[in-house]
DNA sequence: TTGCGTGCAAACGCTTTGCATATTA
DNA sequence: TAATATGCAAAGCGTTTGCACGCAA
């Protein structure tokens, strides 16, 4: 999206509370500093990561907070949760659609064109339902050799 | 595969020995047991169930058995390990190439023709890494009164 | 007898919950 | 002041680990 959001350590408060505002989220003091390390640029992190690089700024909030407010946009579509690892979670902060791949040794996870994939439509599905999400995700590892 | 494993409860000793053997696997009473309750169909069952199930007809496999069990089927490739749902693993009977459609009211999860997605190669991806899995998952849920 | 598989319980890591306090409208 | 958000600690849940025992080559 616009490249005023690239190359940029955090977001600026007003960038943040645009976000927020555009989502119907009451903008809190955490949700803004959350929003501003998550959307700082295009990427994926864990409620653990973002814990970490919160406390490194000394900004105060909790985990408990952390997950509530992750959770919170997750259900009305700020971020997108990524599910890859059953372990934990991560959380995408680039609206784009697309899918992922996925480096299984070293853990990194990464864009990948949504051109690349087609999906056809589902022939069997009910009318009753609808597709609300599509998830790919490419593990790669490094060759064996041999 | 075979229309022999459709319409059974469980595969005998024999088509499971067969199997483990197939892929290298020891055949030992514990795996076995697991095995011909999980080949018995395509299915898509969680350790919890597995365990469940064992339980109820009274096949005594204990609880690190069966997720050391379905850790080393995953890594030989006997099953698939399907990540759906952060809070659990699936692991994945069908052999063929397959991917997903998740109920997220039900938790039901169905497979679809692999036929309907595509992926193109990755141009970007580095010769030294290949590709070892993908993950197709289509979220579903009924639609939304209006 | 050496190695591998198993069983039990305890430990682990991520996430959620209960509840009191604080903040916001 | 009524509603919502936050913080802390404890609980929850699926999964893994440590270790002793058992079994097979």
Redesign the interface.
């Known amino acids: 999206m616009s490249a005023t959001l690239q190359n940029r350590d955090r977001l600026t408060r007003e960038q943040a509370q645009g976000l927020l505002d555009r989502h119907g989220i009451a903008p809190t003091e955490q949700r803004l500093e959350i929003t501003r390390l998550l959307f700082a640029r295009h990427q994926h992190l864990s409620a653990e990561q973002i814990l970490a690089q919160l406390s490194m700024q000394a900004s105060q909030v909790s985990k408990a907070t952390v997950y509530n407010t992750l959770k919170l946009f997750a259900e009305t579509g700020l971020v997108r949760e990524v599910?890859?690892?059953?372990?934990?979670?991560f959380y995408d902060s680039n609206p784009n659609p697309h899918h992922h791949?996925f480096?299984?040794d070293s853990g990194r996870l990464e864009d990948?064109a949504p051109a690349?994939?087609?999906?056809?439509d589902?022939p069997g599905?009910s009318?009753?339902?609808?597709?609300?999400?599509?998830?790919?995700?490419?593990?790669?590892?490094?060759?064996k050799a041999q």
Chains 1, 2 share one sequence.
């Open positions: 599910i890859i690892d059953s372990a934990k979670r791949l480096h299984t990948v690349r994939v087609e999906i056809t589902l599905l009318p009753a339902m609808e597709v609300v999400g599509v998830d790919v995700v490419i593990r790669v590892a490094p060759r």
